[in-house]
């Protein structure tokens, strides 16, 4: 293949956003419902890989889920396939409202790298959308110039798909995307709008680790499951032998701090380590981050027993020595 066939390629990519709310109480029933789901849509034609982001409350309430596909007909052909509206209808008793579904193409600047991310979706008045258009170029130059602001995309309605338009702002951190939401400039920018906007809402999405694990131009993350076990390989050995080796030892026994405060710096330094590590190490499992359709089952499954295997070992080392 061709650099301009890759570029069309890589072009023609897109990615269903769907944020939904579930009743609290049916939180372990929809996981199961999610993980039954990721293993039907990942045998379907066109499918790449899927994100997967729980819910985070306070801040985040909704569960997030990331589906990237070859196209836009492909994606679609999921949205509306047998299969999976009758897993939504089976579903339906255990979300508050309806669904927030969106489609987005895959370009240089991704759908959702950034560690916080919202949702914008606005529903506009008959005729006004010239207008919209100009308002939005001014708000997008205001918002690039706001710290901590890493990117943006914006979507026009797809026809017979989503009726809104969709747009995503990406921050590095909650309080400079909520210093933005809060500014006098955007307030003011809003209520321009109001003259041709019907109605707007937004959900706030944040990634998990996704600051910790590299990703290519316009690739998604890896699926939040993934980083986690990642995360959880590297911390381990890291808590148990600084426990062993310095916390114990030297902080507590030969310093003499309390127990909480050499907890404490053992976890600044775990996280000061983990920081160095986990890029370093997910460039190694990116066969299994970002598996080729095709074999993406079996890289899964691969990759998630050969995780497993090394915390057996870590754990049957550990018992043997210490």
Known sequence: MSADQTSSAR????????????????SAAFAAWQDDTSRAVAAFPGFIEQSVIPPNPPQQVDWVILQRFANQTAAVAWLNSPERLRRVQAALPMFVGNDDIHIVRDEETGALPAPVSI???????????????????????????APGFQGYRF???IPGIQKDWVSILRFDSDANLQAWLDSPERRALLQEAGDFTEEFHTRTVRTGFDQWFPTAAGAAPPAAWKQ????LLLLYPIVFLFAVFVQTPLLMNWAGLPFPVALFVGNAVSVVLLDFLIPRTSLRFGWWFRPDAAEYVRRTIAGAALVALLYAVMVLVFTKLF
Do not use: C, D, F, L
């Open 11 to 26: 072009a023609a990519r897109v990615t269903i956003v769907t944020q939904t709310r579930v009743r609290h109480e049916a």
């Open 155 to 157: 979507e026009p309605p």
């Open 119 to 145: 949702v914008i979706s606005t529903h506009i008045r008959p005729g006004q959308e010239a207008a919209y258009r100009r308002w939005e170029q001014r708000i997008a130059a205001a918002q690039s110039k």
């Open 228 to 231: 986690n076990m990642i995360v």
